[in-house]
């Protein structure tokens, strides 16, 4: 197999549209354990059993369809106008309205049986008011000490400190709007960047983690990187990850 160049891997994932929340450009170029527990697998439960539904921060949709067949009244919210269309060209032949904002979800409309949230804004006060009584939100974040190498290699600082946004955080958060959390698991776990192209795809579709993020002016620090890489075999780093699932209060 013949080697990429520093360049062309750059350039490839720098230019790479496939649109909408696609990571599948990282599939066997980024090595990470399997999560604790099943997201996708909860999710589908519960899907199952609801009635109405609301996925907060779609992107494209990608995850929601994956768990079709939705309830008769689904929604998604996806805030990032990019991922706007992509989302209703995916979600709308589903039986999914779309909309730009939350607040448009919140006018008037009763509460949901389901909300879920995959790396999306979580925003407690909001999601609780948005639950039917005895409603579920599940959701899978990715905590503040995620992937912190990569701004220590790029000599950047990280966007929040490592303790802003953590389980102990999220779950405070919740039971203060009101819900009671019934499940609960955070892991910080090792992930392997295996080329310097999927560490470029990374912060390019990651762009808090990086804000401004521009291979051009980081080029240095990528090489290293990419030297460090091709003497290692991959360049580790962590990923921050928790879960939860909390209940609405029945009265």
């Known amino acids: 197999m013949v080697s990429r160049s520093f360049e062309d891997l750059v ?35 519960l899907v199952r059993n609801a009635q109405s539904l609301l ?12 768990l079709a067949p939705l309830p008769a009244r689904s929604v998604a919210v996806e805030r ?12 709308v ?6 909309e730009d904002r939350l607040g448009a979800v919140a006018d008037g409309e009763p509460g949901f049986d389901l909300i879920l949230n995959r790396h999306g804004r979580l925003d407690a006060g909001a999601l609780a008011a948005l639950l039917a009584p005895g409603g579920r939100l599940l959701t899978q974040q990715v905590g503040s000490r995620n992937h912190l190498e ?6 950047v600082p990280a ?3 490592p303790d802003a946004w953590t389980l102990n955080v999220a779950v405070e958060q919740l039971e203060a709007a009101g819900l009671r959390v019934e499940h609960a698991d955070e892991v910080l776990l090792p992930c392997t960047f295996r080329d310097i192209g999927a ?27 990419d030297r460090k890489i091709l003497a290692e075999g991959g360049l580790i780093v962590h990923e921050h990850r928790f879960f939860l699932e909390a209940v609405a209060p029945k009265d």
């Open 11 to 45: 350039d490839e994932a720098w230019t790479l549209d496939r649109g909408g929340w696609d990571f599948s450009y990282l599939a066997g170029r980024v090595e990470s354990p399997e999560l604790p527990w099943d997201y996708r697998q909860r999710a589908g439960e």
């Open 55 to 66: 996925d907060v921060d779609t992107g494209g949709g990608e995850f929601v369809s994956g």
């Open 80 to 91: 990032w106008g990019p991922n706007i269309a992509i989302a209703r060209k995916r979600l």
């Open 93 to 98: 032949p589903l039986g999914v309205r779309v």
């Open 150 to 155: 990569l701004n220590e290699l790029l000599r």
């Open 159 to 161: 966007a929040q400190p």
């Open 199 to 225: 560490v470029v795809y990374q912060l390019r579709m990651v762009a808090w983690q990086v804000p401004g993020f521009d291979p051009a002016a980081y080029e240095v620090e990528l090489r290293d990187m």
